[in-house]
């Protein structure tokens, strides 16, 4: 199956401006560390909500590149090394933890954030429709799952990455990715234990 990028801004929208303002900050060479940060006068929700839909678009691609080579047979189980394995939980067909294979994971994971993008009452895209309290909680959760997509694919796969000459991409992606994560405090640093003597 392969992945594609499947959620854009509609044109005209303030999401759109937001969405457009970050990358051409990106576009510009800027530091990362600064790129991150909310524009002054702009809602954090806002801000978070374009992100976290631009890190779905992206990291969507970036295992959809190597996606051929994270099979059934090559990751039974979705992991980051021996030490960190993932299990899938949700509210409807897995309501415990569950096994899966890395594939199988990935699939539930693109799926299930593809229906919270989606959703009008997590991520209100009409202009004046307030956020919902629990807003920046389900971004975290968002983001925490799509960090272990990272931690797969760099502990994993990283030589098919390589192969591809893709690494350089996808260390900027991760870059932009860690940076923001950071700046608002959205994913536990338990969460990122696996990467961490890469990161240093």
């Known amino acids: 199956k392969t992945f594609r990028p499947r959620k854009k801004f509609e044109p005209g929208t303030q999401r759109f401006e937001l969405y457009k303002k970050a990358q051409a900050s990106l576009k510009s060479g800027l530091d990362l560390k600064a790129v991150v940060q909310l524009p002054p006068g702009e809602s954090i929700n806002d801000w978070i909500a374009v992100h976290v839909v631009d890190f779905f678009n992206r990291i969507n691609l970036i295992y959809g590149t190597m996606s051929e080579y994270c ?30 294979s ?8 693109m799926d299930w954030i593809e229906m919270l993008i989606n959703n009008e009452d997590i991520f209100p895209t009409r ?27 760099y502990i994993h796969h990283f030589d098919s990455i390589i192969n591809m000459g893709a690494e350089a991409h996808v ?19 338990r969460e990122l234990e696996p990467l961490v003597r890469m990161l240093q």
């Open 171 to 189: 260390n900027t992606c991760y870059k932009h990715f860690y940076y923001f994560i950071r700046e608002f405090s959205l994913v536990d640093h």
């Open 102 to 109: 890395a594939p199988q994971y990935m699939c539930m994971l």
């Open 71 to 100: 099979t059934e047979k090559s990751c039974p189980i979705m992991s980051g090394g021996l030490k960190y394995e993932y299990r899938w939980q949700d509210d409807s067909k897995y309501k415990k933890p569950t096994k899966l």
């Open 127 to 153: 202009i004046g429709v307030p956020f919902p309290r629990q807003f920046q909680q389900v971004c975290t959760k968002i983001l925490t799952r799509l960090f272990r997509v990272f931690v797969h694919v």
